[in-house]
């Protein structure tokens, strides 16, 4: 597989082209960031409700 393979695609009238490599690490992060922040909130609203 090719992980510098361009990836072009539009967002409204404004062209990207990103590789994919960097492309799957921003996914990532992404992924990561919620899946953190959704932990962090479920902890968070058990300490609310437990007194």
């Known amino acids: 597989m090719n992980w510098k393979r361009i990836i072009r695609f539009k967002i409204g009238d404004v062209p990207w082209e990103i590789p994919l490599n960097v492309l799957i690490l921003l996914l990532a992060i ?22």
């Open 30 to 51: 992404t992924l990561l960031l919620m899946a953190g922040g959704a932990y962090m909130g479920v902890q968070f609203a058990q300490s609310q409700t437990n007194p």
